[in-house]
């Protein structure tokens, strides 16, 4: 028998409204900063790779340590704010994907376990339209639309489309 319920922690409704608005209160609060950037756009300013993320910081350090070096012309104060943010909007990055990959993770779980349910109940149906019971034959011909051709011993239990 297949392993199910995998996950079985699920949101409040109070938790899932705190969610859903502490997600419009970020997007409200970076509303400000957000910009969206056409393809083209991307292609043009691109983003720096880790050896120019090192130049950036190492010029950086310089500015701080012997601004005596650093050009004149360059703007330090807007420099240091666009450092400041880089750094900031790095740290939300970070910590978003990391809830990203453990919001799909958890997603995963509950879909699996809906799956398995689903692939149970297809087997009841197949199992109670043998049996001439009224409805499961309708059924069964809806859900076998979900599934690639099988042989007759198979077709209770499809394979899983990953």
């Known amino acids: 028998m297949a392993l199910t319920n995998l996950n079985n922690t ?53 500015k701080k340590n012997q601004p005596a070096l650093s050009a004149s012309e360059i703007d330090w104060e807007e420099f240091d704010r666009d450092f400041a943010s880089r750094k900031n909007y790095e740290g939300f990055i970070t910590r978003l994907e990391s809830l990203i990959t453990r919001l799909k993770s958890a997603k995963t779980l509950h879909d699996y376990d809906n799956y398995q349910a689903a692939l149970i109940d297809y087997a009841y ?29 198979d077709e209770a239990f499809p394979k899983e489309n990953k």
């Open 125 to 153: 149906t197949a199992y109670k339209a043998g049996t001439a019971s009224p409805g499961f034959e309708v059924k069964q011909n809806e859900l076998k639309q979900f599934f690639g051709k099988s042989t007759k011993t």
């Open 10 to 62: 699920h949101l409040t409704e109070a938790q899932l409204t705190e969610a859903q608005t502490a997600l419009t209160s970020l997007e409200t609060a970076m509303a400000a900063i957000i910009v969206n950037l056409s393809a083209e756009d991307r292609q043009k300013y691109g983003s720096i790779n880790e050896q120019n993320k090192l130049l950036v910081n190492k010029v950086s350090d310089y």
